[in-house]
Nanobody
């Protein structure tokens, strides 16, 4: 089970940190991805982190502004989002896969957390 949190309302240029907490003892065997869906748009890939923090991947739209780290001891992955823009407004989802990121496919999805960036 995945639980995303950390969303909220922030002004453009501000920062938020999203977290994805997982239950279960096999979290370290999963790679994790972040996705988002803006109103009226399709879900899109945001970023991902491989097992053991080996690699991270980011969409071009967030590269240099977002960063993902994982803490397997706490079964948690964080996504730090800096210099937020109005176009980052969306519901953000985390998902895990036993296969390679960012392709997946992803096996389990958490509920979303809403990020709203005001301009």
């Amino acid at each position: 089970q995945l639980q995303a949190s950390g969303g909220g309302l922030v002004q453009a240029g501000g920062s938020l940190r999203l977290s994805c907490a997982a239950s279960g003892r096999t979290f370290s065997s999963y790679a994790l991805g972040w996705f988002r869906q803006a109103p009226g748009k399709e879900r899109e890939f945001v970023g991902a982190i491989s097992r053991r923090n080996v690699s991270t991947y980011y969409a071009d739209s967030v590269k240099g502004r977002f960063s993902i780290i994982r803490d397997d001891a706490k079964n948690t992955v964080h996504m730090q989002m800096n210099n937020l823009k109005s176009e980052d407004t969306a519901i953000y989802y985390c998902a895990v896969t036993t296969l390679k990121v960012p392709l997946g496919p992803y096996d389990y999805w958490g509920q979303g957390t809403l990020v709203t960036v005001s301009s």
